[in-house]
């Protein structure tokens, strides 16, 4: 504002004292727990490939492709989905794909065919891309 030739602020700024002083544990523990899973999830194929492909009855190679099947999920679900869900609360988006994450890959746990766990691989992907 301008008052007789100088510049004036017509409102002021919250002091530090004044600002909670609290962490948001809960919404950070919510974040952390999701990025953990989301990370364990995705690497746990590359590391029990022997054991993949002996009980899906397939080569190590093919095993592998969860990995890769998970990885297209997440590069290509993640940019559309955070664009189509931007006018949403936060938490909402949150608690969604955290579900959409362990429904899915509760179906990969169970999959008694190798083609259908390729293909649920590819869901737990876009949720993980999206948290």
Known sequence: M?????????????????????????????LSTAGFLTTMLEAIPAGILPALRSGMGVTETAAG??????????????IPIIGASMGWPRRRLLAIALAGYVVTSLVVAISPAFALTLIACFAPGIFAGVL
Not at 6 to 12: A, D, F, M
Not at 65 to 78: D, E, M, R
């Open 2 to 30: 301008l008052h007789h030739g100088r510049i004036t602020q017509t409102h002021s700024y919250p002091s530090i004292s004044q600002r909670s002083k609290r962490l948001p544990l809960g919404s950070l523990l919510a």
């Open 65 to 78: 492709q969860t990995v890769t099947v998970y990885a297209i999920g997440s590069l290509t679900g993640a």
